[in-house]
């Protein structure tokens, strides 16, 4: 019977069939240790001549590295083996040869590994990220899906800038239009909200980042909820349940990847809401006590970030981010509209923004206003301005990068090992 790996403990003592590739292989005279992976595990099959006659034995002698293979067996428990089990082998069936696969157990360089990443992503650690996030957006959509909200996706190719012109990426539209990829859906996601009250988006967003850091992909997956009658802190302790939803989860039923990772885990179970709440103004006083050299009216940057996340040990909300440093449709502060009624989450461990968020602008003349001072052009947001002519109301919501929230949960040193395919300034390929 075909069975896969990560349910072998429910198998111990019976024949099964495993259907995968040769992860790695050692050899001592009469006996064969083949690493087997089947995309739900890795697992040792035990080959011995006795076992498996002189022919299979010689077949498996010169299996390489990938190899695609069928192994025919009987699991036992052994308390040596990482899983905990291994197989004791009784037939071999060779599907598929590979000849010098590229990435051997020695160390690669990045670029390499880079180049090769349909590959690299069959590795054990490659694959534990890829569970994790896999977990990940399970976890979020399910928080979401549980509390009322409608997904309703917004469009990918759009008219016009969310987050600031200077990161759009524009497609040739047909033959006389540009169009830009989404770097956000949020305009369409505040439509919706005024439609089913409380909905989400969940997909690809793009940004024309120049910049070349370990926390900026060029597309990355954001899910953005939006809520009609919310304020700020609403946005803010939705915010908060959805973090420690997804950690709890990922913590919950991801304890074998997160191993595989090495990841210190008292890190995230740590982590419950409410979050630290600060506000821009009382970040800033941190920072200066800390003796770095931030003036109030800049965006931080990510030591900024780190000393902040690293003062509060834990999650921190910081909120009321001055207007100019923000984009158009943050509803100013009562009183104070050089302050906006924003909020970023910075995550712990130097791991920075995962959230950016806040209250929108419901006025209609304020929002034009702010359209005028950010020069955008109007008439491509008619339709935006149309939400506050017809029964306007207070809402907010945020947007969460996946890959942030991955690289943190798996504690990664760079965004690119978070997805399956990143797109970075110097890199779209494969
Ligand atoms: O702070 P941002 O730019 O906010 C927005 O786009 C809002 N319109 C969202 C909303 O309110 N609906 O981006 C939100 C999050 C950031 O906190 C970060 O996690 C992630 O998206 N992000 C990136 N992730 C990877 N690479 C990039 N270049 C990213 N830019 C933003
Ligand atoms: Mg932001």
């Known amino acids: 019977m075909h069975v896969y790996i990560e349910d072998i403990a429910k198998h111990v003592g019976t024949p099964v069939t495993l259907k995968g590739w040769l992860a790695g292989k050692r050899s001592s005279g009469k006996i064969h240790f083949l690493q087997v992976r089947d995309g739900s595990g890795f697992i040792q099959a035990v080959m011995s001549k006795a076992a498996v006659g002189d022919e299979i034995f010689a077949t498996a002698d010169h299996l390489s590295q990938e190899s695609a293979i069928i192994v025919h067996g009987t699991p036992r428990a052994d308390s040596r083996a990482p899983s905990g089990f291994e197989i004791e082998a009784t037939g071999l069936e060779v599907v598929g040869a590979s000849h010098d696969f590229p990435i051997t157990p020695k160390e690669h360089g990045v670029d390499f590994l880079m180049d090769r990443r349909h590959l690299w992503i069959r590795s054990q650690r490659q694959q534990a990220i890829l569970r994790v996030r896999h977990e990940v957006i399970d976890a979020v959509r399910d928080?979401?899906?549980?509390?009322?909200?409608?997904?309703?996706?917004g469009p990918i190719f759009t008219p016009s800038a969310c987050e600031g012109t200077t990161t759009l990426f524009p497609v040739q539209y047909f033959d006389d239009t540009t169009a830009y990829?989404?770097?956000?859906g949020q305009l369409y996601n505040e439509a919706n909200a005024m439609a089913l009250g409380r909905t989400y988006c969940f997909g690809p967003t793009f940004r024309a980042e120049k910049?070349?850091?370990?926390?900026?992909?060029?597309?990355?997956w954001m899910v953005e909820p939006e809520v009609a009658y919310a304020d700020l802190n609403d946005v803010i302790t939705l915010a908060e349940g959805l973090v420690t939803h997804v950690i709890g989860r990922v913590l919950d039923r991801r304890e074998r990847?997160?191993?595989v990772l090495e990841r210190?885990?008292?890190k995230l179970s740590r982590v419950t809401a409410p979050f630290a709440r600060i506000t821009y103004d009382e970040a800033v006083t941190v920072l200066k006590s800390k003796g770095l050299?931030?003036?109030?009216g800049g965006d931080f940057g990510s030591p900024d970030e780190?000393?902040?996340s690293e003062h509060f040990d834990g999650p921190v909300a910081v909120t009321g981010y001055p207007s100019k440093i923000k984009a158009f449709y943050f509803k100013p502060m009562d009183g104070r509209p050089e302050v906006s009624m924003s909020v970023d989450v910075l995550a712990p461990e130097g791991y920075g923004e995962i959230i950016?968020?806040?209250?929108?602008l419901e006025n209609l003349d304020l929002l034009l206003q702010r359209i005028k001072e950010h020069n955008l052009p109007q008439e491509a947001f008619e339709w935006y301005l149309d939400l506050r002519r017809f029964g306007s109301v207070p809402h907010g919501g945020f947007g969460m990068g996946i890959e942030r929230v991955v690289s943190w949960i798996c504690g990664l040193d760079h965004l690119r090992e978070a997805i399956p395919y990143p797109r970075m300034l110097y890199r779209i390929y494969p």
Do not use: M, V
Not at 181 to 184: E, F, K
Not at 211 to 220: G, I, N, Q, V, Y
Not at 293 to 296: D, S, T
Not at 356 to 360: D, E, I, L, S, Y
């Open 211 to 220: 910049s070349k850091t370990r926390r900026h992909l060029t597309e990355f």
């Open 293 to 296: 050299p931030f003036e109030w």
């Open 306 to 308: 780190t000393a902040l």
């Open 356 to 360: 950016g968020g806040g209250q929108r």
């Open 257 to 259: 990847e997160l191993k």
């Open 264 to 266: 210190d885990t008292s």
């Open 181 to 184: 990829l989404t770097q956000s």
């Open 143 to 153: 928080y979401f899906n549980s509390r009322g909200f409608i997904l309703a996706d």
